[in-house]
């Protein structure tokens, strides 16, 4: 199983961009997919995340300006980044717990990480 992340980029405090994670592979079925960050000297920390069923939670300094959606189909995950401040700057991870191939149980998938940049 592999994740792709796509999107991150440099933009300018108040503008926006959106992220999307696709997982490919021999995937069964997907569970929890999440974002996560990382800025610069500190912990990964999670942004959102969304369950198969479309419940979303969000870390509460991104509530009311990212979303977090899927798309079952696609094997894809979207974060739509509105009002970006310089303090959103980071790496961006994706996680995805996928069922892979046969097995009974769901395995945790990390992407590559597409970075952030916010400019005053």
């Known amino acids: 199983v592999q994740l792709q992340a796509f999107g991150g980029g440099l933009v300018q405090a108040g503008g926006f961009l959106r992220l999307s994670c696709t997982a490919s592979?021999?995937?069964?079925?997907?569970?929890?997919m999440g974002w996560y960050r990382q800025a610069p000297g500190k912990e990964r920390e999670v942004v959102a995340n969304?369950?198969?069923?479309?419940?979303?939670n969000y870390e509460d300094s991104v509530k009311g300006r990212f979303t977090i959606s899927r798309d079952n189909a696609k094997n894809t995950m979207y974060l739509q980044m509105n009002g970006l401040k310089v303090k959103d700057r980071a790496v961006h991870f994706c996680?995805?717990?996928?069922?892979?191939?046969?097995?009974?149980?769901?395995?945790?998938?990390w992407g590559q990480g597409t970075e952030v940049t916010v400019s005053s």
């Open positions: 996680k995805m717990e996928c069922r892979v191939g046969f097995a009974f149980r769901y395995s945790e998938y």
């Open positions: 592979g021999r995937i069964y079925s997907i569970a929890d």
């Open positions: 969304i369950d198969r069923g479309g419940t979303t």
